[in-house]
C-alpha cells in the first residue's frame, strides 16, 4: 500500500520505493505515448501558426501526467477530459487522423466542427467531450460514476482537471457528492503551475490541492505529475480501489506547462524564463529515457526511428484529413431537434438564399 498523505510528493524516479508492475514492453509503450505527444504539439502547433487550423494545446512537459494516469484503466472504464488529455484519447484508441479532423472541424471531424479545437470525443472508448466551461466536465463524471455504482457495473470514471479548475464551484459540488455517495471516481488534477496567467500561488492558500479531498470525506494524494510510473502506480491503486467499493480519490499531478496555456497566449508576458529553465531540468520525457537507458531498453536509434514513424503517420493523417470537404450548411441545423422545426426551417432558407 502507498502511503497517502495529501503534503507527499509520491515519486519513483527520485528514489521512492513504489512498486511498479510493468515488463519491458509495456514501459516502452508508455514511452512511445508520451513521445507522440511531444511530436504532435510541434506538429499541430506549426499548423496553427500556418492557419490551418484555429487553436490548440499544447501538453508539452506535462506528458506523463494524461499517459500515466490512463494507463492505469481498463477498456470499460470512461475519461472526462479536460484541455490537455488528447494523448490518453489516442492511447486509448482514438485514430488519428480523426484527433487532427477534430481540430480542423471539417467533414472528418466526429463532432461536425461543434467543439474548439482540443476538445476531443471518442465514443467507442468512452472519451466524453469536454465543454470548455472549466470544471464541468466532474459534475458529469461522477453522475456516470454514482450511475454505475447504481447498476452495479465495475466501471471506473477518470476525471482530469487543472489547478485552475479547483476554484470553480463545479469541482465543490463534484467533490461533496463524489464522497457523500462514495462512487467510483478519481479525479486527477494536473497541476500545472498556472491557469493561464494567474499562478498556484494567486489560485489557493490551501497547502495543497490534494488536501482539498480531506474536507470531502476522502483521501487526496501528491504525485510528481513528471514521473510517469509514480503516475501509473498511484492513479493504478486509486482506480482499483474506487472499483472495488472504496470512493474517491483525489490524485494532485504536480507538473508545469512548459508552453503556453495556447495558441493565443504569450507567457513571457506573466512569467520569468528562470522558471520555464527549471522545469525543464524535470522534463519528464528526459527523466523516463533515463530511466530506459539504465534498464538498456532505450537506444538513439529506437528514438530516431520512432520519431521518424511518427511524424510519417502524422503527415499521412494531415492530408487525409485536409482532403475532407468542409461540412455542408446543414450540419449548423441538424442534430437538436428530429425534423427541423419551421423557424429553423426559415433561417435555413435564409441562410441559402444569401449564399
Ligand atoms: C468557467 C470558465 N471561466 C474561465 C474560462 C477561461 N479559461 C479557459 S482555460 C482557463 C484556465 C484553466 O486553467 P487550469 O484549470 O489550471 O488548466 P490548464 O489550462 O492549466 O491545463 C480559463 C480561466 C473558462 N473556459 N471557463
Ligand atoms: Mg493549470
Redesign the pocket.
Same mark, same amino acid.
Given at each position: 500500500m502507498l502511503e497517502l498523505k495529501e503534503t507527499k510528493l509520491i515519486t519513483v524516479f527520485d528514489g521512492g520505493d513504489v512498486k511498479i508492475d510493468l515488463g519491458v514492453a509495456q514501459l516502452q509503450d508508455l514511452y512511445r505515448w508520451m513521445l507522440l505527444v511531444r511530436v504532435l504539439d510541434q506538429r499541430m502547433l506549426n499548423l496553427q501558426r500556418q492557419g490551418r487550423i484555429g487553436f490548440y494545446?499544447t501538453v508539452t512537459g506535462e506528458e506523463a501526467a494524461p499517459i500515466g494516469s490512463a494507463y492505469a484503466l481498463k477498456p470499460q472504464d470512461w475519461i472526462f477530459p $479536460?484541455?490537455?488529455q488528447g494523448g490518453a484519447a489516442l492511447m486509448r484508441g482514438m485514430p488519428l487522423s480523426l484527433y487532427i479532423a477534430q481540430c480542423y472541424g471539417n467533414s472528418l471531424d466526429l463532432q461536425k466542427g461543434r467543439q474548439m479545437p482540443c476538445h476531443y470525443s471518442y465514443k467507442p472508448t468512452n472519451f466524453v467531450a469536454w465543454s470548455? @466551461?472549466?470544471?464541468t466536465q466532474l459534475p458529469h463524471a461522477v453522475g456516470m460514476a454514482y450511475a454505475a455504482k447504481l447498476k452495479r457495473d465495475p466501471v471506473v470514471a477518470l476525471a482530469y482537471?487543472?489547478?485552475? $479548475?479547483t476554484s470553480?464551484g463545479d469541482f465543490h459540488a463534484a467533490m461533496n457528492f463524489a464522497g457523500v455517495w462514495k462512487v467510483p471516481v478519481v479525479f486527477f488534477c494536473?497541476n @500545472?503551475q498556472? $491557469?493561464?496567467s494567474v499562478s498556484l500561488k494567486e489560485q489557493t492558500a490551501s497547502e495543497s490541492l490534494a488536501i482539498k479531498a480531506v474536507a470531502y470525506g476522502f483521501e487526496g494524494l501528491r504525485v510528481d505529475g513528471n514521473d510517469v510510473l509514480a503516475v501509473y502506480a498511484v492513479t493504478k491503486e486509486a482506480v482499483e480501489k474506487a472499483r472495488g467499493g472504496g470512493g474517491p480519490t483525489l490524485i494532485e499531478a504536480v507538473t508545469y506547462?512548459i508552453g503556453a496555456?495556447s495558441s493565443s497566449d504569450d507567457p513571457t508576458r506573466y512569467r520569468s524564463s528562470e522558471e520555464v529553465e527549471r522545469w525543464k531540468e524535470r522534463d519528464p520525457l528526459e527523466r523516463f529515457k533515463k530511466y530506459l537507458q539504465e534498464k538498456k531498453i532505450w537506444s538513439e536509434e529506437w528514438q530516431s526511428e520512432l520519431e521518424a514513424q511518427m511524424n510519417e503517420e502524422i503527415s499521412q493523417a494531415i492530408k487525409e484529413v485536409e482532403a475532407a470537404p468542409p461540412l455542408t450548411l446543414e450540419a449548423i441545423f441538424t442534430d437538436v431537434y428530429r425534423e427541423m422545426p419551421w423557424h429553423l426551417q426559415q433561417q435555413f432558407d435564409a441562410l441559402q438564399r444569401s449564399r
Open positions: 494545446g $479536460a484541455l490537455r470548455s @466551461n472549466i470544471g482537471l487543472g489547478d485552475g $479548475a470553480e494536473q @500545472n498556472w $491557469a493561464i506547462r496555456h
